[in-house]
């Protein structure tokens, strides 16, 4: 049977299936919540209220929150942008980042996606915009998110690879760095994000991971449970950047959504795209299974802004 066939017939059970799934599936943690009421650690929020102004310019500058904790998104807006003038610039601490224009908000109006780093260090950071010879900068209080750990059970080799895994491991590190840094000058996400998979959370972004017993890097995207074979979806607009198969993910897609906007979906068990291929929201991407260094079946969701790891959650909340 063809991936599309199975994407066909697994939409036709989706009904059933959906229930069959709370009491079958399994995941890398034991604690689960419903995707519609996630764990995210950043709340929703709207651009602020409060703006900061340059004199004499006409340009404002305002950002989706004045508090956030480390890994979450931030929505940065300006307006007052003189016609034919190019695009602002962003600055937050060593990272640039671009504008988008909104022509929604009428043509001066610009917007950008700024992730926070995973582990930044707390206190009021600033978030400077730059335009022909204006500046702005905007206060940033950054908070610490405490985000909990888990000790998972996985194949030995995947915790401590051998001397041939490590050589293929840098390979493909490298090859997933240079999609991270690519940087596409469209923005192709309209709206919030919506979920790949309408399933519970089983694994929260940001927790302290442990492979059995032996502490490694935090977890830097979301699991949401998924039996082998469960459809996958676009959550929004976007070009396939990457396929392929590697030694801690599996198979995986990366997606471009445009202007530093990246998404990753791991673990999978068929991929039903390729690379190049636009996509719309909602197009099949796969399926989900359990390949790379997994403790069960599950869709393990990740989300790139100018190639920080940050909370994909805060894509369906603060992403417009």
Not at 4 to 13: A, I, P
Not at 79 to 87: A, L, N, T, W, Y
Not at 122 to 136: D, K, M, P
């Amino acid at each position: 049977m063809t991936v599309r066939q199975r994407l066909k017939r697994s939409e036709m059970r989706a009904v059933f299936c959906g229930a069959v799934l709370a009491l079958t599936a399994w995941s890398c943690t034991t604690a689960e919540k419903p995707a519609a009421t996630g764990d995210a650690v950043s709340e929703p929020r709207k651009v602020a209220a409060m703006e900061i102004r340059a004199e004499g310019t006409g340009l404002t500058l305002a950002l989706s929150a004045q508090e956030v904790v480390d890994g979450a998104v931030v929505l940065v807006a300006v307006d007052g942008v003189p016609p034919g003038g190019g695009s602002p610039r962003g600055q937050f601490g060593e990272v640039e980042f671009p504008f988008y224009p909104v022509p929604a908000r009428g043509p001066r109006a610009f917007e950008a996606v700024l992730g926070i780093p995973p582990g930044h260090a707390t206190g009021v950071a600033q978030v400077i915009v730059r335009h022909g010879g204006a500046e702005l900068t905007a206060p940033l209080l950054i908070k610490d998110a405490q985000y909990p750990a888990e000790n998972l059970k996985v194949d030995p080799r995947k915790v401590n690879p051998r001397k041939k895994d490590m050589i293929r491991i840098v390979r493909e590190q490298k090859i997933v760095r240079e999609v991270y840094e690519a940087v596409l000058a469209e923005k192709l996400w309209d709206g919030p994000f919506d979920y790949p998979v309408k399933s519970a959370i089983t694994s929260i972004y940001g927790t302290r991971r442990l492979f059995n017993g032996e502490p490694r890097s935090f977890h830097a995207g979301l699991d949401l449970r998924a039996m082998v074979g469960t459809p996958v979806y676009a959550p929004a607009g976007g070009v396939v950047a990457f396929v392929g198969d590697l030694f801690f993910t599996g198979r995986t897609i990366i997606m471009d959504h445009g202007y530093g906007v990246k998404t990753v979906y791991a673990h999978m068990d068929k991929i039903a795209v390729k690379k190049g291929q636009r996509l719309a929201r909602g197009h099949a991407i796969g399926l989900s299974g359990a390949t790379g260094r997994v403790s069960g079946p599950h869709l393990h969701w990740m989300a790139i802004v100018h190639k920080t790891k940050v909370n994909p959650m805060d894509f369906i909340k603060v992403l417009r």
